[in-house]
């Protein structure tokens, strides 16, 4: 439930929460595209960003105009699943994917992704039904999917119920064991 997920991090129930995996260490996880696109947002379209796995450093551009909440590092499935499902939008902009769990987990805890065409993702999170693509390095379309994503509740709830049958079919522990 998105509102006690939310209570657990001291979020309002009617924040506009996006996500994100803080490694700028790694370029090839794109944080500096889902900063850029988040700077690039109109007033209110996000109000809060989650950080994942963020020791909380490198995030004064974004305290500038959001609500920031780090989320270190986190060993319990359970707690990941708890911050992911306070997101409505989950941003993964990597440029050099091979899979993409991180999206699967957005995707089976109810939050919608956007990910950049030229990496595995588009497929694995089955674009445009179950999850957003958009071009590669282009912090303007990004910053377009989310908008488009955070303002049209009915394309939004469209994506997350479609990747909840996505994940539901495909990734499955069973799944994954038969084939």
């Not at 696109?37 to 950080?51: E, I, K, M, N, Q």
């Not at 990004?142 to 009915?154: F, G, H, P, R």
Request: proline share 6%; hydrophobic share 50%.
């Amino acid at each position: 439930d998105k509102a006690a997920a939310r209570a657990k991090l001291a979020i309002p129930p009617d924040a506009r929460v996006a996500a994100v995996r803080w490694t700028p260490h790694n370029i090839l996880k794109g944080t500096r595209f889902a900063e850029n696109a988040l700077l690039r947002l109109p007033d209110g379209v996000v109000t809060h960003v989650l950080c994942f796995e963020s020791d909380g450093t490198d995030l004064k551009k974004l305290a500038t105009r959001f609500n920031v909440i780090p989320i270190p590092w986190l060993q319990d499935g359970q707690e990941m699943a708890q911050a992911m499902r306070a997101a409505d939008v989950f941003l993964m902009p990597s440029i050099g994917e091979t899979f993409g769990m991180m999206a699967i987990e957005a995707m089976a805890c109810g939050t919608s992704v956007v990910v950049f065409e030229g990496t595995a993702l588009p497929d694995v999170v089955k674009a445009p039904h179950a999850g957003i693509a958009v071009p590669q390095g282009d912090t303007e379309a990004l910053a377009a999917a989310i908008t488009n994503l955070m303002t049209n509740s009915e394309m939004r709830h469209s994506v997350i119920d479609n990747a909840l049958a996505l994940v539901a079919r495909d990734y499955t522990e069973a799944t994954y064991l038969t084939r």
